[in-house]
């Protein structure tokens, strides 16, 4: 997901924003999903929001495993961190769960560079962006992810 910081445009383009990883049919290997991810390229061009589109990837009744590389502005600086998103839907089965619960530490230690971790468990949780933002932010507020501002009442 991550490049060289000299990369050409066309490098650049074929980068992966998003990516969802699944247990292979015998559930002995974590494979990429199939047509589940989110190229720099297509921002933009086919995808108008690259979070939201990202959400709609994930299956409602199944578990996954998804690196997100999330764009984010503070009040100081644009950032960018890479997200490890453990996504078990309260709906799923409690066997899809332990397995997946089970083999999270297997896959994570296989990515370098991970900054934040979150285990989602319901759609309205992954859906309200803001949750994301405070995980990203920590003790900073951030007032804008993937470009769209993030209304602050306080």
């Not at 292979?24 to 921002?43: P, T, W």
């Not at 999330?70 to 709906?91: C, G, M, N, Q, R």
């Not at 932010?137 to 804008?144: A, I, P």
Request: aromatic share 8%.
């Amino acid at each position: 997901m991550k490049v060289r910081k000299y990369s050409s445009p066309e490098e650049v383009k074929k980068r992966k924003k998003a990516v969802l990883f699944c247990l292979s049919d015998d559930k002995k290997q974590i494979i990429v999903e199939d047509a589940r991810e989110i190229l720099v390229g297509e921002i933009g061009e086919s995808v108008q929001d690259p979070y939201a589109s990202f959400v709609k990837l994930l299956p409602l009744t199944d578990c996954r495993y998804a690196l997100y590389d999330a764009t984010y502005e503070t009040k100081e600086s644009k950032k960018e961190d890479l997200v490890f998103i453990f996504w078990a839907p309260e709906v799923a089965s409690l066997k899809s769960k332990m397995i997946y619960a089970s083999s999270k530490d297997a896959i994570k230690k296989k990515f370098t560079g991970i900054k934040h971790e979150w285990q989602v468990n319901g759609l309205e949780e992954i859906q309200d962006r803001t949750t994301l933002a405070e995980k990203l932010g920590g003790n900073v507020v951030v007032v804008s992810l993937e470009g769209i501002s993030l209304q602050n009442d306080n």
